[in-house]
């Protein structure tokens, strides 16, 4: 049973430049959620995607955006890229019952980005 | 709006020592609580989890009581060992499945 994919593991960019992340999700899961984790600081939310619509969003700037395909996966893009968009993206993937409350959110190894 | 503190790192300990890191947590409703762990250089793995009061997450050793009446979720194991090294961080959700995690404790374990 595949588990939660991302890539690219490690990117490199310079301020102003934009960038994709990609999220395959855990099996069975169509629930597709998004965090930054800065050096030494926890996971902080940036959005949820289900259904191919954003349903939640986090205190983050239009800068960032995502999207959700057919298939479940995600992408998260970054536009203006800042120095301070330096982190670890992390994608959680769960599975939403309307019957019941969401299950549990597994994630995937990160994306290491780094803005010079 | 919800918020999750959790104590402050690093904790050293010596091999088959006692642990416990404590986590408090504010939220309205309902939330379930999470413990999730992150070894170095990885993602998050989920450790243990609660949905409602006075039920007791346990996996691997490590276990936690969802304490409504103190809003606690403290993360204990009888005896450590030297894999059991990384980042524990406790979590919450709230509304619509938003995980709000505190800032992380590291854990060191020596010989």
């Known amino acids: 049973d595949a588990g939660v994919t991302q890539s690219p593991t490690h990117l490199i960019k310079t301020r102003g430049q934009q960038v994709t992340l990609r999220c395959s999700p855990k099996s069975g899961h169509d629930t597709v959620s998004w965090y930054q984790q800065a050096l030494g600081q926890g996971p902080q939310f940036i959005f949820q995607?289900?259904?191919?619509?954003?349903?939640q969003r986090g205190n983050f700037p239009d800068r960032f955006s995502g999207h959700q395909f057919p298939n479940y996966s995600s992408e998260l893009n970054v536009n203006a890229l800042l120095l301070g968009d330096s982190a670890l993206y992390l994608c959680?993937?769960?599975?939403?019952?309307?019957?019941?409350?969401?299950?549990?959110?597994?994630f995937g190894p990160g994306t290491r980005l780094t803005v010079l | 709006g919800d918020s999750v503190t959790q104590m402050e790192g690093p904790v050293t300990l010596s091999e088959e020592a006692c642990l416990t890191i404590?986590?408090?947590?504010?939220?309205?409703?309902?939330?379930?609580l999470f413990w999730y762990v992150q070894y170095p250089g990885e993602g998050l793995q989920l450790l243990l989890k609660a949905t409602k009061a006075d039920d007791k997450g346990s996996n691997k050793g490590f276990e936690a009581t969802y304490r409504k009446e103190t809003t606690s979720f403290h993360l204990e194991k009888g005896s450590v060992q030297v894999s059991d090294s990384a980042v524990y961080f406790c979590?919450?959700?709230?509304?619509?499945?938003?995980?709000?995690f505190g800032t992380g404790t590291q854990l060191k374990v020596e010989l």
């Open positions: 979590a919450l959700t709230g509304g619509g499945n938003k995980l709000t």
């Open positions: 959680a993937s769960s599975l939403v019952d309307s019957g019941r409350a969401p299950d549990t959110q597994y």
């Open positions: 995607y289900y259904e191919e619509e954003e349903r």
């Open positions: 404590n986590c408090t947590y504010t939220a309205t409703g309902y939330p379930s």
